[in-house]
């Protein structure tokens, strides 16, 4: 036996250690009063507590309301930010992040009135949120990053959640009398509440509601739009003509969008290495853990494993040939119990060998991230010589932006619907 912390950077490893009952996420087990801006919250629950959560709250993430997203309203976004802009400089991080909050307010409950100062003020909430989210890997004073994070979550209470959850327990009350026409709002605050009146006390605590509201603001928009600056990233950097190419081919359809994504995300995961702690004694690929051990699952060496993902597998090449049964994202949005909520509706459906050589259904969802690529491709978007992208080396994970200046014919945001 071993203890203290052990990596793996394998497919099968990884596989492994994702799918093992007594490796938990549960890495900070402070409470919320000694500190830990996250205590409570689906991604770090464990065991059956994390299985009762999710399966709640999964219920907002059913086909029929990724169709309603995907198909429905963000189109309707994109083009009433994109197409009234005016044309020139702009940064891709806040837009793609505007843009991805609108949606992610929407699936959480969070009333805003669409106006850009607003939604860049949720936009400003979720970069807070998203360091203490990513706290293993930060970079200095830790404390700082989880104090700012409580005080954050604290505006984002008073000014956004407090005034969202009473305008939903009208809407119960007015239901609940009988009222013709109310019809509830599909969101997470909406089905806390509703189960409170169920007498369902998950959501007792108005601040684990907060902070739950916090996680679903971030998860649903700030990994989206580092992987817009992500995509752009790579289609900037291939040659010329082949640049060319593949921004107009993006721009004409979206399974070549959504390649570049899915392509994007396998060698440029926002959280290339996920941790876990060893609730008990395990043996995880053949190899004898401690209880107490951490486990470092260094994703980012694992989706270029040649034998899945061909000969040239740190190339970014969207048209690669795969392994029957393997998604072209590789490991990037994890596997097993904590496998990301929201993979469908950033990402749509999986890319797998068999998939692209047989073409997709027409039941196919191609996800939120591949229509802002296409979207932001087809107004022109080019490279701003004089200002070049500025990663944001706050943390390890060095897939992230802090800014991502370019020229977008089609403009920047003035105001959204909610
Ligand atoms: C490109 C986009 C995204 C990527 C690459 C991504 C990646 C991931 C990964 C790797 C995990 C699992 C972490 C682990 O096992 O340690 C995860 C979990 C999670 N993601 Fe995402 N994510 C993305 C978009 C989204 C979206 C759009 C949402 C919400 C709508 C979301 C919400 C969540 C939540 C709530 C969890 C925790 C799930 C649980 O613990 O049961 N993510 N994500």
Known sequence: MRDAE????????????????????????RSFAEGNPRAGILSLLHGDEHKMRRRMENALFQRQALVRYERDLFPGVL??????GEAG???????????????AARRTGIDHDGTAEQLAELFGYVTVIAQAAA????????????????EVLERFDERYVRPSRRHRERI????????PDREAPHDLLTMALRRLRAEDDTFADHGLLVREAGLFLHGGSHTSAQTVCNVF???????DDQQRSWLRRVADDLLAAQQCVHETVRLRPPNPELRRLAELDAEVAGVPIRQGSRIVLDIRTANRDPALFGARPGAFDPDREIADGIPLWGLSFGVGAHICIGRSVAGGLPLTGRTLRAGVPAAHLY?????????????????DA???????????????????????????????SP
Not at 15 to 27: C, E, K, V, Y
Not at 89 to 103: C, I, K, Y
Not at 233 to 239: M, V
């Open 6 to 29: 052990f990596r793996f950077d394998t497919y099968p490893e990884i596989l492994d250690a994702l799918r093992h009952p007594d490796l938990s996420r549960s890495l900070d087990k």
């Open 79 to 84: 083009s009433e930010v994109l197409d009234r």
């Open 89 to 103: 400089r702009t940064d891709l991080f806040e837009l793609a992040g505007a843009l991805s909050v609108v949606l």
């Open 135 to 150: 706290i293993f890997d930060v970079v200095g004073d830790r404390d700082r990053v989880q104090r700012e994070t409580i």
């Open 172 to 179: 119960l009350d007015a239901i609940a009398a009988g009222e």
């Open 233 to 239: 990233y790579h289609l900037f950097g291939l040659p």
């Open 367 to 383: 996800g939120l991230v591949a229509l802002m690529v296409q979207a932001i491709a087809a107004r022109g978007v080019a490279p």
């Open 386 to 416: 004089e200002r070049p992208p500025e990663l944001d080396r706050r943390t390890t994970r060095g897939t992230r932006w802090l800014r991502f200046p370019v020229l977008l014919p089609g403009g920047a945001p003035a105001r959204m």
